[in-house]
């Protein structure tokens, strides 16, 4: 599987993290399947996937009447009462996403499919077809919804455009409704990573608030 330059970021603060025996939990509302390949390939410790706000705050309460001290990083509406209840909350948004290739594939059978989805700098970057990439830019779109605790509600795919630097780094260029709403909530700046394998695209969006 492939890794961009900030899932190797990641990466290394994870590894920094597992360095001070501190141990690290994902705890996501998302299902248990996106959740563990994303664990996995950051390094994260342990998995909580399919949990409610409150089931978050349950866990952070649970551990600290286990004697440790909880660091919650999450998003500041819905984690709001786990940030509340850890010892340090950091409110940023996060946001997974994974798909199968072959359903790209076979979406782009349909001719409308590129045009409603993709922008026209997006499509210049399917050129070859590479489904891959595709793949790689619709879960990003996905998971920048998510990380905006919005879905697509209002906005559309179009709206948040994938690009590349020079070096092969995703970036991330919001228009219209989504740039409003993304505005709205004090957003700063927006880190994306995408994978793949031969089978699934995957991305993870963070959301930094605006300093």
Same mark, same amino acid.
């Given at each position: 599987?492939?890794?961009?330059?900030?899932?190797?970021?990641?990466?290394?603060?994870?590894?920094?993290?597992?360095?001070?025996?501190? @141990?690290?939990?994902?705890?996501?509302?998302?299902? /248990?399947?996106?959740? &563990? *390949?994303?664990?996995?390939?950051? +390094?994260?410790? %342990?998995?909580?996937?399919?949990?409610?706000?409150?089931? @978050?705050?349950?866990?952070?309460?649970?551990?600290? /009447?286990?004697?440790? &001290? *909880?660091?919650?990083?999450?998003? +500041?509406?819905? %984690?709001?009462?786990?940030?509340?209840?850890?010892?340090?909350?950091?409110?940023?948004?996060?946001?997974?996403?994974?798909i199968e290739i072959s359903r790209i594939?076979?979406?782009?059978?349909?001719?409308?499919?590129?045009?409603?989805?993709?922008?026209?700098?997006?499509?210049?970057?399917?050129?070859?077809?590479?489904?891959?990439?595709?793949?790689?830019?619709?879960?990003?779109?996905?998971?920048?919804?998510?990380?905006?605790?919005?879905?697509?509600?209002?906005?559309?795919?179009?709206?948040?455009?994938?690009?590349?630097?020079?070096?092969?780094?995703?970036?991330?260029?919001?228009?219209?409704?989504?740039?409003?709403?993304?505005?709205?909530?004090?957003?700063?700046?927006?880190?994306?990573?995408?994978?793949?394998?031969?089978?699934?695209?995957?991305?993870?969006?963070?959301?930094?608030?605006?300093?």
């Amino acid at each position: 599987m492939k890794h961009s330059q900030s899932t190797m970021k990641i990466k290394r603060t994870m590894k920094s993290i597992k360095k001070e025996n501190i @141990k690290t939990y994902m705890l996501t509302g998302d299902n /248990e399947r996106t959740a &563990k *390949v994303i664990a996995k390939k950051l +390094g994260i410790d %342990d998995v909580i996937a399919e949990v409610s706000p409150e089931d @978050k705050y349950k866990k952070v309460k649970d551990l600290q /009447e286990q004697g440790r &001290k *909880v660091v919650m990083v999450g998003d +500041g509406v819905n %984690d709001s009462p786990a940030l509340a209840q850890a010892d340090v909350g950091m409110a940023i948004g996060i946001g997974t996403d994974i798909i199968e290739i072959s359903r790209i594939q076979k979406a782009v059978e349909n001719k409308s499919f590129l045009s409603k989805i993709y922008t026209k700098s997006e499509q210049q970057l399917f050129h070859n077809c590479n489904y891959e990439t595709l793949a790689g830019n619709f879960a990003a779109k996905e998971a920048v919804v998510k990380a905006m605790g919005t879905g697509f509600k209002g906005c559309s795919p179009k709206e948040i455009e994938i690009l590349r630097h020079e070096s092969g780094k995703p970036y991330v260029v919001l228009h219209n409704k989504t740039k409003q709403i993304f505005d709205s909530m004090n957003g700063g700046n927006i880190s994306i990573s995408i994978s793949h394998s031969k089978e699934n695209a995957v991305a993870f969006a963070v959301i930094e608030a605006k300093e």
